[in-house]
Protein backbone atom coordinates (compact mmCIF):
# COMPACT_ATOMS: atom_id res chain seq x y z
CA UNK A 1 0.00 0.00 0.00
CA UNK A 2 1.71 3.00 -1.16
CA UNK A 3 -0.23 5.40 0.83
CA UNK A 4 0.03 5.52 4.73
CA UNK A 5 -1.96 7.69 6.86
CA UNK A 6 -5.58 7.88 7.42
CA UNK A 7 -8.08 9.12 4.64
CA UNK A 8 -10.43 11.90 5.98
CA UNK A 9 -14.11 11.36 4.00
CA UNK A 10 -16.65 14.27 4.18
CA UNK A 11 -19.73 13.45 3.60
CA UNK A 12 -22.18 10.27 4.58
CA UNK A 13 -24.57 9.93 1.96
CA UNK A 14 -24.51 7.17 -0.24
CA UNK A 15 -21.94 8.02 -2.34
CA UNK A 16 -19.36 9.09 0.82
CA UNK A 17 -20.16 5.81 2.43
CA UNK A 18 -19.51 3.14 -0.54
CA UNK A 19 -16.16 5.32 -1.00
CA UNK A 20 -15.22 5.60 2.35
CA UNK A 21 -15.94 1.61 2.56
CA UNK A 22 -14.32 0.64 -0.73
CA UNK A 23 -11.27 2.80 0.84
CA UNK A 24 -12.01 0.76 4.06
CA UNK A 25 -11.85 -2.25 2.77
CA UNK A 26 -8.77 -1.89 0.85
CA UNK A 27 -7.18 -1.51 4.33
CA UNK A 28 -6.75 2.05 4.81
CA UNK A 29 -7.57 3.79 8.19
CA UNK A 30 -10.25 5.94 7.05
CA UNK A 31 -12.46 8.83 9.29
CA UNK A 32 -15.91 9.53 7.64
CA UNK A 33 -17.40 12.54 8.69
CA UNK A 34 -21.42 12.11 9.60
CA UNK A 35 -23.42 15.64 9.91
CA UNK A 36 -25.95 14.26 11.18
CA UNK A 37 -25.31 13.43 14.90
CA UNK A 38 -27.98 10.95 15.43
CA UNK A 39 -26.41 8.68 12.26
CA UNK A 40 -23.02 9.19 13.39
CA UNK A 41 -23.98 7.13 16.44
CA UNK A 42 -26.07 4.59 14.35
CA UNK A 43 -23.15 4.08 12.48
CA UNK A 44 -20.87 3.56 15.57
CA UNK A 45 -23.15 1.46 17.09
CA UNK A 46 -24.65 -0.70 14.46
CA UNK A 47 -21.96 -0.49 11.34
CA UNK A 48 -25.10 0.41 9.19
CA UNK A 49 -25.65 3.72 7.39
CA UNK A 50 -29.53 3.29 7.64
CA UNK A 51 -30.26 6.34 6.44
CA UNK A 52 -28.39 6.40 3.06
CA UNK A 53 -26.91 3.13 2.45
CA UNK A 54 -28.80 0.17 4.48
CA UNK A 55 -28.34 -3.25 3.73
CA UNK A 56 -24.48 -3.03 4.24
CA UNK A 57 -22.15 -3.38 6.82
CA UNK A 58 -19.22 -1.20 7.09
CA UNK A 59 -15.76 -2.46 7.96
CA UNK A 60 -14.45 -1.73 11.44
CA UNK A 61 -11.47 -0.10 9.47
CA UNK A 62 -13.80 2.77 9.16
CA UNK A 63 -14.37 5.14 12.28
CA UNK A 64 -17.49 7.42 12.22
CA UNK A 65 -16.82 11.22 13.62
CA UNK A 66 -19.23 14.06 13.94
CA UNK A 67 -16.59 16.81 14.49
CA UNK A 68 -14.61 17.93 11.55
CA UNK A 69 -11.68 18.55 12.85
CA UNK A 70 -11.28 14.58 13.56
CA UNK A 71 -12.14 13.91 10.13
CA UNK A 72 -9.13 16.42 8.35
CA UNK A 73 -6.73 17.63 11.03
CA UNK A 74 -3.35 16.04 9.45
CA UNK A 75 -5.02 14.03 6.96
CA UNK A 76 -2.85 14.13 3.38
CA UNK A 77 -5.94 12.43 1.58
CA UNK A 78 -9.40 14.06 1.97
CA UNK A 79 -12.27 12.88 -0.47
CA UNK A 80 -15.11 15.76 -0.66
CA UNK A 81 -18.80 13.99 -0.87
CA UNK A 82 -21.08 16.37 0.21
CA UNK A 83 -23.94 18.22 -2.00
CA UNK A 84 -22.81 21.24 -3.76
CA UNK A 85 -24.95 23.53 -2.30
CA UNK A 86 -23.27 23.04 1.10
CA UNK A 87 -19.67 22.21 -0.23
CA UNK A 88 -18.44 25.52 0.80
CA UNK A 89 -19.80 26.11 4.02
CA UNK A 90 -17.94 22.62 4.70
CA UNK A 91 -15.27 23.30 3.00
CA UNK A 92 -14.67 26.75 4.79
CA UNK A 93 -15.05 25.09 7.81
CA UNK A 94 -12.55 22.82 7.01
CA UNK A 95 -10.00 25.38 6.34
CA UNK A 96 -8.58 26.04 10.12
CA UNK A 97 -7.34 21.94 9.98
CA UNK A 98 -6.21 21.20 6.26
CA UNK A 99 -2.66 20.18 5.92
CA UNK A 100 -0.81 21.99 3.72
CA UNK A 101 -0.34 19.70 0.63
CA UNK A 102 -2.93 17.53 0.84
CA UNK A 103 -4.73 15.86 -1.49
CA UNK A 104 -8.53 16.98 -1.66
CA UNK A 105 -10.17 14.36 -3.81
CA UNK A 106 -13.54 15.90 -5.37
CA UNK A 107 -16.34 13.52 -5.62
CA UNK A 108 -18.96 15.73 -5.62
CA UNK A 109 -20.99 16.70 -8.88
CA UNK A 110 -22.50 20.37 -9.31
CA UNK A 111 -22.51 23.83 -10.18
CA UNK A 112 -22.85 26.74 -7.26
CA UNK A 113 -26.03 28.35 -7.60
CA UNK A 114 -24.77 32.03 -6.69
CA UNK A 115 -21.63 32.04 -8.17
CA UNK A 116 -21.41 29.28 -10.86
CA UNK A 117 -18.46 27.82 -10.31
CA UNK A 118 -18.01 24.15 -9.80
CA UNK A 119 -16.38 22.62 -6.14
CA UNK A 120 -12.61 23.12 -7.97
CA UNK A 121 -13.81 26.63 -8.30
CA UNK A 122 -14.65 26.93 -5.30
CA UNK A 123 -11.54 25.92 -3.25
CA UNK A 124 -10.08 28.26 -6.02
CA UNK A 125 -11.77 31.10 -4.38
CA UNK A 126 -11.79 30.23 -0.81
CA UNK A 127 -7.65 29.30 -0.71
CA UNK A 128 -5.62 31.85 0.71
CA UNK A 129 -2.72 30.20 -1.52
CA UNK A 130 -3.85 28.40 -4.72
CA UNK A 131 -0.82 25.68 -4.33
CA UNK A 132 -2.29 25.04 -0.67
CA UNK A 133 -4.02 21.70 -1.26
CA UNK A 134 -3.68 19.45 -4.94
CA UNK A 135 -7.25 19.52 -5.83
CA UNK A 136 -9.01 16.28 -8.29
CA UNK A 137 -12.18 15.44 -9.25
CA UNK A 138 -13.67 11.98 -9.41
CA UNK A 139 -16.46 11.28 -11.96
CA UNK A 140 -18.04 8.64 -13.69
CA UNK A 141 -21.02 6.26 -14.28
CA UNK A 142 -21.22 5.15 -10.46
CA UNK A 143 -24.73 4.24 -8.63
CA UNK A 144 -23.36 3.76 -4.68
CA UNK A 145 -25.36 1.22 -4.33
CA UNK A 146 -23.95 -1.00 -7.08
CA UNK A 147 -20.44 0.07 -6.36
CA UNK A 148 -20.93 -1.42 -2.66
CA UNK A 149 -22.31 -4.60 -4.47
CA UNK A 150 -19.00 -4.57 -5.98
CA UNK A 151 -20.40 -4.02 -9.50
CA UNK A 152 -17.44 -3.66 -11.88
CA UNK A 153 -17.19 -0.15 -12.11
CA UNK A 154 -15.34 2.88 -14.04
CA UNK A 155 -14.79 6.24 -13.86
CA UNK A 156 -12.19 8.76 -14.14
CA UNK A 157 -10.08 10.88 -11.79
CA UNK A 158 -8.63 14.39 -13.07
CA UNK A 159 -5.93 16.34 -11.55
CA UNK A 160 -3.73 19.11 -12.51
CA UNK A 161 -0.89 16.55 -13.02
CA UNK A 162 -0.56 12.89 -14.35
CA UNK A 163 1.24 12.28 -11.00
CA UNK A 164 -1.19 13.21 -8.64
CA UNK A 165 -3.89 11.32 -10.85
CA UNK A 166 -2.15 8.25 -10.77
CA UNK A 167 -1.41 8.36 -7.00
CA UNK A 168 -5.24 8.59 -6.65
CA UNK A 169 -5.61 6.45 -9.69
CA UNK A 170 -4.24 3.69 -7.05
CA UNK A 171 -5.83 4.64 -4.14
CA UNK A 172 -8.96 4.33 -5.63
CA UNK A 173 -9.02 1.17 -7.70
CA UNK A 174 -10.13 -2.27 -6.78
CA UNK A 175 -10.94 -5.52 -8.93
CA UNK A 176 -14.47 -3.80 -9.21
CA UNK A 177 -13.73 -0.55 -9.27
CA UNK A 178 -11.53 0.81 -12.02
CA UNK A 179 -10.08 4.03 -12.11
CA UNK A 180 -8.79 6.09 -15.25
CA UNK A 181 -6.87 9.34 -15.20
CA UNK A 182 -7.69 12.52 -16.96
CA UNK A 183 -5.75 15.80 -17.09
CA UNK A 184 -9.22 17.48 -17.78
CA UNK A 185 -10.19 18.34 -14.80
CA UNK A 186 -12.75 21.59 -15.82
CA UNK A 187 -14.27 18.84 -18.82
CA UNK A 188 -14.74 16.05 -15.83
CA UNK A 189 -16.56 18.00 -13.53
CA UNK A 190 -18.55 20.04 -16.02
CA UNK A 191 -19.64 16.97 -17.62
CA UNK A 192 -20.54 15.09 -14.04
CA UNK A 193 -22.67 18.25 -13.03
CA UNK A 194 -24.24 18.85 -16.27
CA UNK A 195 -24.81 15.32 -16.75
CA UNK A 196 -27.51 15.71 -14.09
CA UNK A 197 -29.57 18.63 -15.66
CA UNK A 198 -30.43 15.82 -18.78
CA UNK A 199 -30.86 13.37 -16.46
CA UNK A 200 -34.16 14.93 -15.43
CA UNK A 201 -35.64 16.15 -19.20
CA UNK A 202 -34.95 12.26 -19.86
CA UNK A 203 -36.61 11.09 -16.68
CA UNK A 204 -39.70 13.76 -17.79
CA UNK A 205 -40.12 12.13 -21.04
CA UNK A 206 -40.20 9.00 -19.50
CA UNK A 207 -42.47 10.24 -17.09
CA UNK A 208 -44.88 11.52 -20.47
CA UNK A 209 -44.88 8.13 -21.54
CA UNK A 210 -42.71 8.56 -25.05
CA UNK A 211 -40.86 6.29 -25.89
CA UNK A 212 -36.75 5.00 -26.19
CA UNK A 213 -36.52 7.18 -29.42
CA UNK A 214 -37.11 10.17 -27.38
CA UNK A 215 -34.40 9.07 -24.73
CA UNK A 216 -31.90 8.49 -27.27
CA UNK A 217 -32.74 12.03 -28.96
CA UNK A 218 -32.59 13.34 -25.62
CA UNK A 219 -29.33 11.65 -24.58
CA UNK A 220 -27.57 12.18 -27.96
CA UNK A 221 -28.98 16.40 -28.23
CA UNK A 222 -28.14 16.47 -24.58
CA UNK A 223 -24.79 15.32 -24.70
CA UNK A 224 -24.34 17.77 -27.60
CA UNK A 225 -25.21 21.11 -26.13
CA UNK A 226 -23.10 20.26 -22.47
CA UNK A 227 -20.00 19.31 -24.61
CA UNK A 228 -20.70 23.16 -26.07
CA UNK A 229 -20.77 24.87 -22.84
CA UNK A 230 -17.75 22.75 -21.56
CA UNK A 231 -15.61 23.41 -24.84
CA UNK A 232 -16.18 27.49 -24.28
CA UNK A 233 -15.23 27.08 -20.70
CA UNK A 234 -12.02 25.29 -21.42
CA UNK A 235 -12.56 21.84 -21.85
CA UNK A 236 -11.32 19.19 -24.11
CA UNK A 237 -14.12 17.75 -26.12
CA UNK A 238 -13.26 14.57 -25.67
CA UNK A 239 -14.14 14.62 -22.30
CA UNK A 240 -17.68 14.58 -23.50
CA UNK A 241 -16.93 11.52 -24.98
CA UNK A 242 -15.60 9.54 -22.03
CA UNK A 243 -16.29 7.81 -18.42
CA UNK A 244 -17.57 11.65 -17.15
CA UNK A 245 -19.50 12.34 -19.96
CA UNK A 246 -21.18 10.01 -22.32
CA UNK A 247 -20.97 7.37 -19.76
CA UNK A 248 -22.36 8.86 -16.77
CA UNK A 249 -25.04 10.82 -19.15
CA UNK A 250 -26.16 7.24 -20.27
CA UNK A 251 -26.18 5.64 -16.58
CA UNK A 252 -28.48 8.66 -15.49
CA UNK A 253 -30.29 8.71 -18.18
CA UNK A 254 -31.74 5.49 -18.46
CA UNK A 255 -30.94 4.28 -14.86
CA UNK A 256 -33.67 3.49 -12.38
CA UNK A 257 -31.67 4.30 -9.85
CA UNK A 258 -30.70 7.80 -10.74
CA UNK A 259 -32.08 10.26 -8.46
CA UNK A 260 -32.18 12.94 -11.14
CA UNK A 261 -33.63 10.59 -13.65
CA UNK A 262 -36.90 9.96 -10.99
CA UNK A 263 -37.49 14.07 -10.28
CA UNK A 264 -37.76 14.08 -13.87
CA UNK A 265 -40.16 11.22 -14.20
CA UNK A 266 -42.25 12.69 -11.37
CA UNK A 267 -42.39 15.94 -13.04
CA UNK A 268 -43.43 13.81 -16.48
CA UNK A 269 -46.30 11.95 -14.48
CA UNK A 270 -47.76 15.46 -13.47
CA UNK A 271 -46.35 15.81 -9.79
CA UNK A 272 -45.00 19.36 -9.31
CA UNK A 273 -41.55 19.96 -7.66
CA UNK A 274 -42.07 21.20 -4.36
CA UNK A 275 -44.10 17.89 -3.75
CA UNK A 276 -41.62 15.16 -5.14
CA UNK A 277 -38.54 17.11 -3.55
CA UNK A 278 -40.67 17.34 0.23
CA UNK A 279 -39.38 14.40 2.69
CA UNK A 280 -36.68 13.59 0.77
CA UNK A 281 -33.25 13.35 2.35
CA UNK A 282 -31.30 12.36 -0.65
CA UNK A 283 -30.14 15.01 -3.19
CA UNK A 284 -30.97 15.29 -6.83
CA UNK A 285 -28.30 17.40 -7.59
CA UNK A 286 -30.01 18.04 -11.36
CA UNK A 287 -32.57 20.32 -9.93
CA UNK A 288 -29.98 22.93 -8.79
CA UNK A 289 -27.45 22.29 -11.47
CA UNK A 290 -30.29 23.20 -14.01
CA UNK A 291 -30.30 26.76 -12.14
CA UNK A 292 -26.26 27.39 -12.64
CA UNK A 293 -26.27 25.71 -16.45
CA UNK A 294 -29.18 27.96 -17.43
CA UNK A 295 -26.80 30.99 -16.05
CA UNK A 296 -23.96 29.67 -17.14
CA UNK A 297 -25.39 28.92 -20.78
CA UNK A 298 -26.49 33.05 -20.76
CA UNK A 299 -22.96 34.41 -19.75
CA UNK A 300 -21.28 32.09 -21.87
CA UNK A 301 -23.82 32.89 -24.69
CA UNK A 302 -24.07 29.01 -25.76
CA UNK A 303 -27.43 27.59 -26.82
CA UNK A 304 -28.51 24.75 -23.97
CA UNK A 305 -32.47 24.63 -25.48
CA UNK A 306 -33.17 21.57 -23.28
CA UNK A 307 -31.40 23.11 -20.02
CA UNK A 308 -33.31 26.12 -20.65
CA UNK A 309 -37.01 24.24 -20.92
CA UNK A 310 -35.65 21.92 -18.03
CA UNK A 311 -34.87 24.99 -16.21
CA UNK A 312 -38.59 26.50 -17.69
CA UNK A 313 -40.28 23.68 -16.45
CA UNK A 314 -38.29 23.04 -12.38
CA UNK A 315 -38.64 26.87 -12.39
CA UNK A 316 -41.45 28.43 -14.36
CA UNK A 317 -43.96 25.97 -14.11
CA UNK A 318 -44.30 25.04 -17.46
CA UNK A 319 -45.72 21.98 -18.49
CA UNK A 320 -43.38 18.76 -19.76
CA UNK A 321 -45.39 18.38 -22.40
CA UNK A 322 -44.86 21.88 -23.99
CA UNK A 323 -41.24 21.98 -22.95
CA UNK A 324 -41.07 18.71 -25.71
CA UNK A 325 -43.14 20.68 -28.17
CA UNK A 326 -40.97 23.42 -28.48
CA UNK A 327 -38.13 21.55 -28.48
CA UNK A 328 -39.54 19.22 -31.63
CA UNK A 329 -40.40 22.72 -33.24
CA UNK A 330 -37.07 24.59 -32.97
CA UNK A 331 -35.96 25.75 -35.98
CA UNK A 332 -34.54 22.87 -38.36
CA UNK A 333 -30.60 23.08 -38.08
CA UNK A 334 -27.67 20.95 -39.16
CA UNK A 335 -26.58 18.28 -37.05
CA UNK A 336 -22.94 19.45 -36.24
CA UNK A 337 -24.17 23.06 -36.06
CA UNK A 338 -22.19 24.81 -32.62
CA UNK A 339 -20.11 21.86 -32.29
N1 LIG B 1 -25.33 8.40 -4.79
C1 LIG B 1 -24.61 8.14 -5.86
O1 LIG B 1 -24.80 7.10 -6.50
C2 LIG B 1 -23.57 9.10 -6.33
C3 LIG B 1 -22.60 8.67 -7.24
C4 LIG B 1 -21.64 9.57 -7.70
C5 LIG B 1 -21.65 10.88 -7.24
N2 LIG B 1 -22.59 11.28 -6.34
C6 LIG B 1 -22.51 12.67 -5.86
O2 LIG B 1 -22.09 12.67 -4.50
C7 LIG B 1 -22.59 13.82 -3.83
C8 LIG B 1 -23.24 13.36 -2.53
O3 LIG B 1 -24.35 12.55 -2.88
P1 LIG B 1 -24.79 11.28 -2.05
O4 LIG B 1 -25.60 10.44 -2.98
O5 LIG B 1 -23.67 10.65 -1.34
O6 LIG B 1 -25.74 11.96 -0.95
P2 LIG B 1 -27.13 11.41 -0.39
O7 LIG B 1 -28.24 11.96 -1.19
O8 LIG B 1 -27.08 9.94 -0.23
O9 LIG B 1 -27.16 12.06 1.06
C9 LIG B 1 -27.24 13.43 1.29
C10 LIG B 1 -25.99 13.88 1.98
O10 LIG B 1 -26.08 15.27 2.28
C11 LIG B 1 -25.60 15.49 3.59
N3 LIG B 1 -26.11 16.77 4.10
C12 LIG B 1 -27.38 17.20 4.13
N4 LIG B 1 -27.42 18.45 4.65
C13 LIG B 1 -26.15 18.78 4.94
C14 LIG B 1 -25.53 19.95 5.47
N5 LIG B 1 -26.25 21.03 5.83
N6 LIG B 1 -24.19 19.96 5.61
C15 LIG B 1 -23.45 18.90 5.24
N7 LIG B 1 -23.97 17.77 4.72
C16 LIG B 1 -25.30 17.73 4.57
C17 LIG B 1 -26.08 14.29 4.35
O11 LIG B 1 -25.40 14.14 5.57
C18 LIG B 1 -25.74 13.20 3.35
O12 LIG B 1 -24.36 12.89 3.45
C19 LIG B 1 -23.56 14.48 -4.82
O13 LIG B 1 -22.92 15.56 -5.44
C20 LIG B 1 -23.85 13.39 -5.84
O14 LIG B 1 -24.16 13.91 -7.12
C21 LIG B 1 -23.53 10.43 -5.88
O1 LIG C 1 -28.72 9.18 -8.54
P1 LIG C 1 -28.13 10.31 -9.35
O2 LIG C 1 -29.04 10.76 -10.44
O3 LIG C 1 -27.65 11.41 -8.45
O4 LIG C 1 -26.81 9.74 -10.06
C1 LIG C 1 -25.78 9.23 -9.28
C2 LIG C 1 -24.45 9.28 -9.99
O5 LIG C 1 -24.13 10.60 -10.38
C3 LIG C 1 -24.35 8.34 -11.15
O6 LIG C 1 -23.04 8.33 -11.65
Known amino acids: MEHSGPIGVLGAGAWGTTLAQLLAEKGYPVDLWVYEEDLCGIIRETRVNEYYLPGFVLSENLVPHNDLESVVKDHDLLVMVVPSHVYRQVAGRMLPYLKPGAMVVNATKGIENETLLTMSGIWKEILPDQDFIHELSLSGPSFAREVSQKIPTAVT ?30 GVEL ?102 AYFLARRMEVEMPITERVYQVLYEDKDPRTAVQELMGRDLKHELEHA
Open 157 to 186: VAGDTIEAAQYVQRIFSTDYFRVYTSLDKV
Open 191 to 292: AGALKNVIAVAAGACDGLGFGLNSRAALITRGLAEISRLGVKMGAHPLTFAGLAGMGDLVLTCTGDLSRNRSVGMQLGQGKKLKEILEGTRTVAEGVKTTRS
